[in-house]
């Protein structure tokens, strides 16, 4: 019998707690399976094709929603700054790591969201985690969606807040919730406009309505509706209406974009502040000159991205109709963003699934236990706007072959 | 109300989440002896605050392992 790392673990090893998850994920691979989880982009030949394992890939799984990522004025603007002021910035936003491109790079935020006040955070996760934990402090109260994203969930945990979940999209159980808050608490109302694991969108319009009414102060995390949803791309909060009553708006440049970094736009007078009492923001080095030049350059011109929108949907529409007429069962009965999620029924098919797909040349994303709601395996599929009507036909025909040789149809 | 009036409405509203039908104890663990996951927490939670009309933060959640804890912390709660 071959020994396996969960025999040989010494007592006192405080990796041990995570035995069983090393159990899982052996197993898992002794069934011959590709690792889902250390896949490698050979090489990247746009923003809807790679190669991996050798293999020319469609991607259908990287949130690079607008397919910003290979854009011939976003990549020029990234080589120039690139150029001009070096490979980083060795420096906190708040000493020596504010170079004009980080101004620039916010002057377009606030111009995109019509807002006053725009901050630029090294990553999307660092934004959530810096702007929860300064707002809502001991004593205070956060009321948040039980599906809301891990960076949220640690940016309450870092603050001291008392944290208060509510059912999942579920108006009433939040007002319930927000009507118990002893009087005089501060409150934190914080939602996201497409949850990104099934791709639904919350009712923001009630939602927002009744937190404003109890009195608290809402954030709204944008980060997969930002350049696709509403007029201008503003996000679920534009298009429900209600972007003028969110205090603030979270997101990022890792998704549609197209480089890294996080981001919160406000209209709160006192908002500039945070510059100084934001920990996450102070004390981590600003993004590189070519990441702000890029991001930068594509919020511009995301903002005349009407056409790249429309397309989007027909692509969303096209993949959710068809693969619900092939048999499979989604997160959402209707297509409500670019995410598609497709439930699989336990996770040992759905990584052979997974794997099926690869083999055919595509790549979605396999979401599992705890980053699912209700223990669900998904394979989550993204679209994105350079993604051919012809592609997303490609991409179903995979699908079905896939499925029925894995007898998930 | 006082803690036994609190003792006898929990045991009702846990009923449907004991599916083992586990007898229910003081020192019964809900992580441990009643197995109950994330969600089931949640749920659970909810009905308890709905039933008594309080809120337990997840907060204080962290300080309840055991049934006896969470009807000490359930009648405090209601009391004040």
Sequence with gaps: MTETLTDIAPTGDLLSKFDDLIQTRETLLASGIEDPFNLVMEKVLSPTTAICNGRETILLGTYNYMGMTFDPDVIDAGKQALSDYGSGTTGSRVLNGTYQGHRECEDALREFYAMDHAMVFSTGYQANLGIIATLAGKGDYIVLDIDSHASIWDGCAMGNAEVVPFKHNDVEAMEKRLRRIPEGAGKLVILEGVYSMLGDVAPLKEMVAIAKRYGAMVLVDEAHSMGFIGKNGRGVCEEQGVIDDVDFVIGTFSKSVGTVGGFCVSNHPKFDIMRLVCRPYVFTASLPPSVVATAATSIRKLMHGANKRAHLWENSKRLHGGLTELGFQLGTSEPQSAIVAVIMPDLERGAAMWEALLKEGLYVNLARPPATPANMTLLRCSLCAEHSAEEVETVLGMFERAGKAMGII | ?80
């Design chain 2, 1 to 80: 109300m006082d803690s036994a009036a609190v003792d006898e409405r929990i045991r009702t509203l846990i009923e449907p989440f004991n599916k083992k039908g586990v007898t229910i104890e003081d020192a019964t663990t809900f992580a441990g002896d009643l197995e109950f996951d994330s969600l089931t927490v949640m749920d659970f939670v909810a009905e308890i605050e709905d039933e008594f009309d309080i809120i337990i933060s997840m907060n204080q959640q962290a300080e309840i392992e055991n049934y006896g804890q969470l009807v000490a912390a359930v009648h405090k709660m209601q009391d004040s």
